[in-house]
């Protein structure tokens, strides 16, 4: 290998416009590339594919959940209601309605677009056991007339929609209807209400419209914002100009926000390419002045930061091409690479000042074919390390893995041609001093034995500390953090939909099947968890052999449309209704009561109500999924329905966040172990293969080893939590660390003399600890928690890694055959 990074560097040296013209050539390629990126804003795609229960979740979240739905929220300002506002909202959801985006709008309403009177026609058959019995009693005199009265409440909200909501219902049997349902409990309510989704206070109104088109679909998601911010100047203007009539009380303006997946698409991409920018900026703006301050070199200062951002550019236009995705994980890729890939041009950089103060007409490839070897091993040992996150199943650290490898591969590359290209042919005028640090040299050569016995007593010190350490690897803590995903949290909350919700989920070709086997499993936990609150699609389909025993206990009741009639015209006269007010709910008798009328799921939908049923069963072409909604108060009763869940059906899955997290926990240790154990077998076989010498080869790892000990002593003792990402962080520093061992053992080789090795490569091994802490340093102000918690991680293993291979490793090479 030797040879060959030789007979490279001269060639290189040699060809300096050919190098030129074809990094050139592939920046402008790769630019093109990196225009076709685009971003996953999903933070279920840092989560394990293989892992059934997570990926059950996915399901449910991708299918029923709020990843495909647009939450608008309005608040009115304090000391206003927000129903003092319906007018602007009824515009909101009418230009909503008729925008091309939305397959549908929910505003928590009655509204015309949903035929509730079909579901009326047939909203016997969802009601069961005592629920039913009420129903039946209501159709009786009795039953009737104090259903009547207490429908006339409704009455006084002057509203149309509900004025026709009492001539339909006047039993109230849709209040039976939202009973049997769950209403909020199951994270929506049938919409019975005049004011629709309104916080207690009356302060918040939430609208839920569903668009076409998925939230990753980045372009449709664009439009989409624009389509909001479009709506939402023309009905400000229209607002504005209501106000300015003289005749028009002046109003404070509403406050309109907007939440969901789509939203959260277009507010992480802009953070992920935001962040890219600072992350980028801010890691130049600290390397390169320091490159100056410590070398006094305008040319590092030009050509240091080079091989690593062309390499990152190469590497993006490639994934642009490919059509792959970045997720907000990759934003810390820019920064990453630049604390890493500068440490190789400054290598050289060093070597060749070395050089030239022994030589000044200095041979330039011969004085870099050593270092250039030492600083290929390096580039590579660390992109084993971010390869050994490719087998890891988390997808964003495979991508992270994948991209910083390749980049960190092709930075070698490019390194290894573009310094020999670019350095001057001739020697410089004036004498170029070296950057030397004799007096470290000579203080450890002094005291080896005090810093390997201080060494040991540290690790001691701080590996019992580091049993402490605290890991969270729960999702929360990978969560987006834009104010789109901070409202859709307030959400749930505010308005009364579920935070912490169990799923059971059943995949199938056919329905009737999996509600037969749904109407088992409520069974089940109906009579085995006592006071569990569970909420499944039967009760808002059953199956048709349900409906059949539901029509048979109607029929034995000799329940009649005639005798209904009756009893309907002695409840209008003792409530003072108006004559004919029921006829409609009348006119539905025979409909209600014909024992050959059934729910099904194309009814549902053909009558506007698909946003009902779509909440608990969904067909994806010519599959079924169900979802039924479980909540148990503790533990116990979690693992019990988890019993009862596989008895009924194995097929089914049991799911939810509190699973998910862990899921997490429980896979965290085995993932570390694999992609540690593999980063690290590919390091050691490299510098074994490098060195071909087992004492130097341990001498180059064990420094990192220490160092590692030492990071995670020092963050458990500084109470700092972990999360996922911050832990398999430390799998790439596997490689980051042996780079200084690597570099000082292969210079200890060409001397032959382990002080003056010191001596040359401690000031490069802190040069480059510092470019490297610049660079990860600067992800401690990322707004995104596991790059910030990468940040942090790196920031303390950098300054242990350096300490240990500048102390320790010299100490141990100046005893023995090393001194």
Known sequence: MGFLVSAIVRWAHRRRLLVAGAVVAALLVSLEGTRRLSFDADVLS??????????????????????????????????????????????WVDRLRSAPEFARVDAGVVDRARDFGWLADHQLLVLHDHLLDEALRRLTPGGMRAAAAARRELLTVPSPEVADLVRQDPAGLFDL???ALGGAQAGFTVGISADGYVTPDGHSRLVIARPKRPPYDAEFSRALDTRLREIEHAI?????????????????????????????????????????????????????????????????????????????????????????????????????????????????????????????DVDVPAALAGPSSSMLLGMWTTAATFYGLMFVDFPSLQQLGRLLGHSMMACGILTLVMVPALLPRRPPRRAVPALLMPRLADWIARRRRLVLAAAVVLTCILGVAATRIRINPTLDRLRSVTDAAQLEAKIGAAFGLPSDVYIVLAEGPEL??????????????????PGI???????????????????????????????????????????????????????RLPRLLDPAERLTYDGYVAHGLGD??????????????????????????????????????????????????RELAGSFLPQFAKGLAIGTLIVVALVVA??????????????????????????????????????????????????????????????????????????????????????????????????????????????????????????????????
Do not use: C
Not at 62 to 75: C, M
Not at 512 to 529: F, H, I, S, W
């Open 690 to 819: 490098a060195f071909r010498n087992w004492r130097l080869s341990v001498f180059a790892m064990l420094p990192t080893a220490i160092g590692l000990v030492w990071a995670a002593g020092a963050l458990a003792m500084a109470g700092v939590e972990l999360d996922l990402f911050a832990v398999f962080a430390v799998v790439t520093f596997v490689g980051i660390g042996v780079d200084y061992g690597i570099h000082l053992v292969h210079r200890f080789q060409e001397r032959g003399d382990a002080e003056r090795a010191t001596s040359e490569l401690a000031p490069v091994v802190l040069v480059a600890a510092a470019i490297t802490m610049a660079g990860y340093g600067t992800l401690v102000w990322s707004s995104y928690p596991p790059l910030r918690s990468i940040g942090i991680v790196s920031a303390v293993s950098v300054v242990t890694l350096a300490a240990a291979s500048v102390l320790v490793l010299p100490a141990l090479l100046l005893t023995g055959r090393g001194r």
């Open 612 to 661: 009902l049923i779509d909440r608990f069963i969904v067909r994806d072409g010519r599959r079924w999924t169900l979802a039924t909604y479980v909540f148990p108060s503790n533990a116990d009763q979690a693992s019990r329905v988890q019993r009862i869940v596989d008895e009924v059906d194995p097929s089914q899955t049991f799911t939810g966040l509190t699973l998910v997290n």
């Open 236 to 360: 400000a203007d229209a607002a504005a100009s209501r106000d300015d009539a003289p005749d028009e009380e002046p109003r404070p303006p509403l406050r309109v926000e907007f939440a969901g997946g789509h939203r959260i698409a277009v507010e992480t991409e802009a953070v992920v390419k935001r962040e890219s920018i600072l992350n980028t900026v801010g890691s130049l703006v600290v390397i390169l002045p320091l490159l100056f301050i410590v070398f006094r070199s305008v040319w590092l200062v030009t050509v240091g930061s080079l091989p690593s951002l062309l390499s990152l550019v190469v590497v993006l236009g490639a994934i642009g091409f490919t059509g792959a995705r970045l997720s907000a994980a990759a934003t810390g890729a820019a920064a990453m690479m630049f604390g890493l890939g500068v440490d190789g041009v400054v290598l050289l950089y060093v070597a060749h000042r070395l050089a030239l103060a022994e030589h000044a």
């Open 512 to 529: 009737e099947p999996l509600l037969e086997t749904n109407e088992r499993l409520a069974r089940r936990l109906a009579a085995e968890v």
């Open 46 to 91: 840092l989560l394990p594919r293989d892992n059934r229960v997570i990926q059950a979740f996915r399901t449910f979240l991708a299918r029923f959940g709020s990843l495909d739905q647009l939450y608008v929220v309005f608040t009115a300002p304090d000391g206003h209601a927000v129903n003092e506002y319906s007018d602007e909202i009824a515009t």
């Open 177 to 179: 209807v939202r009973d």
């Open 533 to 587: 609150a569970v909420q499944p699609p039967t009760r808002m389909l059953p199956s048709a052999s349900s409906q059949a025993r539901t029509v048979a206990r109607i029929a034995q009741t000799q329940v009649s449309p005639a005798g209904v009639r009756a009893a309907l015209e002695g409840a209008r006269v003792a409530g003072d209704f108006a004559s004919g007010a029921f006829d409609p709910f009348s006119a």
